[in-house]
C-alpha cells in the first residue's frame, strides 16, 4: 500500500495568514491527489481533487500543487471558518490511502 | 443536489455484528464510474479507508484487514448500499462514513457518518 505523509501534524496560524501544507508519498502518484477539509464533529469535505483542480463551490482561496511524491495544499486569507484538520488521498492505486492529517488552528 | 444519508448510530457488544447503510438520491444511483466507498475514523484518530461498492453491479473490495468480516450489499429498488461489519471488537469504535466517487476514484460528496460503538 502507498503510505502518505503530512506535515506538519498541526499548525497555528493569525487571520488573513497564508498557510502550507505538505503531503509525501511512499511512492509516484502521477497527481492523483485529492484533499479534504473536516471540521470537529462533521464529515470531511472535498476540497480538490486531481492534485489542483477545486471541487464545485470550493472558494479559490484553496489550492494545491505537486508531483511525483510531493504535494502541497495551500490557502490563503486564513479566516477562523479554515479552522480544521486538512487530509491528503492518494488515488493512484487501491486502496486509496489517507494522510494522518494536518490540524490547523487560526489564532 | 446529491446526498448521502447513512443510518443511526449503534450500540454492539464484541463478537456482534453491525449493519451501516448508506441510501443516496440526486443523481443516477447506477451511474458509470459513481461507486460508493467507506472510510472510518476512530476517536480522536484520522481517516481510514475501508473499501468501495460498485452499485451497478455489486462489485467492489475491501481492504485485507476487513477481509473475511465484511459483507458489501445493494438495493438499487432503494438506491441503498450497506456494510455489515462482523466479529466486532472495541476497535471497531469509529464513525463510518460513506462517500460518492465518480470516475470510480474522486470522492465529491459523504454521508454524514454514522456512530459506531463497540462494548461490553
Known amino acids: 500500500d502507498i503510505q502518505m505523509t503530512q506535515s506538519p501534524s498541526s499548525l497555528s496560524a493569525p487571520v488573513g495568514d497564508r498557510v502550507t501544507l505538505t503531503c509525501r508519498a511512499s511512492?509516484?502518484?502521477?497527481?492523483?491527489i485529492a484533499w479534504f477539509q473536516q471540521k470537529p464533529g462533521e464529515a470531511p469535505k472535498s476540497l480538490i481533487y486531481?492534485?489542483?483542480t477545486l471541487q464545485s463551490g470550493v472558494q479559490s482561496k484553496f489550492s494545491g500543487s505537486g508531483s511525483g511524491t510531493d504535494y502541497t495544499l495551500t490557502i490563503t486569507s486564513l479566516q477562523p471558518e479554515d479552522s480544521a484538520t486538512y487530509y491528503c488521498?492518494?488515488?493512484?492505486?487501491?486502496?486509496?490511502?489517507f494522510g494522518q492529517g494536518t490540524r490547523l488552528e487560526i489564532k | 443536489q446529491v446526498y448521502l444519508v447513512q443510518s443511526g448510530a449503534d450500540l454492539k457488544e464484541p463478537g456482534a455484528s453491525v449493519k451501516v447503510s448508506c441510501k443516496a438520491s440526486?443523481?443516477?444511483?447506477?451511474?458509470?464510474?459513481?461507486?460508493i466507498h467507506w472510510v472510518r475514523q476512530a476517536p480522536g484518530q484520522g481517516l481510514e479507508y475501508m473499501g468501495w461498492?460498485?452499485?451497478?453491479?455489486?462489485?467492489?473490495d475491501f481492504v485485507q484487514k476487513f477481509n473475511g468480516r465484511v459483507t458489501r450489499t445493494r438495493d438499487t429498488s432503494i438506491n441503498t448500499v450497506s456494510m455489515e461489519l462482523s466479529g466486532l471488537t472495541v476497535d471497531d469504535t469509529a464513525v463510518y462514513f460513506c462517500?460518492?466517487?465518480?470516475?470510480?476514484?474522486?470522492?465529491?460528496?459523504w454521508g454524514q457518518g454514522t456512530v459506531v460503538t463497540v462494548s461490553s
Open positions: 511512492q509516484g502518484v502521477a497527481n492523483f
Open positions: 486531481a492534485t489542483s
Open positions: 462517500a460518492r466517487t465518480y470516475s470510480g476514484r474522486i470522492i465529491d460528496f
Open positions: 461498492i460498485n452499485p451497478s453491479n455489486g462489485g467492489g
Open positions: 440526486g443523481y443516477k444511483f447506477t451511474g458509470s464510474g459513481y461507486h
Open positions: 488521498q492518494q488515488y493512484r492505486d487501491w486502496p486509496y490511502t
